[in-house]
């Protein structure tokens, strides 16, 4: 069943689509905020489809998750019990902020850089900072660094791959998407 290979190829032409730039600010915003997709799965598709625009592209993203981790900010510092505090005792993460809490304490600003890199949800890291009072520049600074080099890595992996990659890309993606799904179901069976 090729179903991740037909899904590709959608994605290839929907980045191609005349408000696709839109569309990846707006994730890229909600994504630092509250949104649980990384911008990523449409910068890539983006990048790969028009790659002369990668650099555009991975700068709309950097920028528009830098004003929607500034939000999130402020949402920390103003917001948390009316607002953030209610959401995350909904989710039941109580746990995971009180971890993200600690780890601001013990790393301070790097733990922001961190967050903005890896595939760690940053937008939890955004409302931490604003909750524990961190310094609002070095906050920006930690967030921009941290962000652009991973929009800007996934922009230049698929500018400089080009053709040659977007075609292995299709021949292997139904393999990598069915491997994910089985990764997904047998880590829910070990962690319930």
């Known amino acids: 069943m090729r179903i991740f290979q037909w899904m590709y190829d959608k994605a290839l032409l929907w ?3 005349r408000h696709a730039e839109r569309y990846l600010a707006g994730l890229s915003f909600t994504e630092s905020v509250i949104f649980p997709i990384p911008p990523d799965v449409m910068l890539a598709p983006m990048a790969l489809a028009r790659p002369a625009m990668a650099w555009r592209f991975a700068w709309i993203t950097t ?5 929607g981790g500034i939000c999130g900010y402020f949402l920390g510092l103003w917001l948390f019990e009316p607002v953030v505090l209610p959401a ?3 989710l039941g993460k109580q746990e995971t902020f009180a971890k993200v809490q600690q780890w601001f304490t013990d790393y301070g600003v790097w733990v922001v850089f961190i967050a903005g890199f890896s595939p760690i949800p940053y937008k939890l890291f955004t409302v931490g900072a604003g909750l524990m009072g961190m ?14 080099s991973r929009f800007f890595l996934v922009a230049g992996l698929m500018y400089w791959g080009g053709e040659k990659m977007q075609q292995k890309l299709r021949d292997i993606v139904d393999a990598l998407g069915w491997g994910t799904v089985a990764l997904g179901a047998v880590l829910y069976l070990v962690y319930s």
Do not use: D, Q
């Open 15 to 17: 980045a191609k689509h």
């Open 63 to 67: 920028l528009f998750s830098l004003f």
């Open 88 to 90: 995350v005792e909904y």
């Open 135 to 148: 310094a609002f520049v070095p906050f920006v600074i930690a967030s921009f660094v941290g962000r652009a």
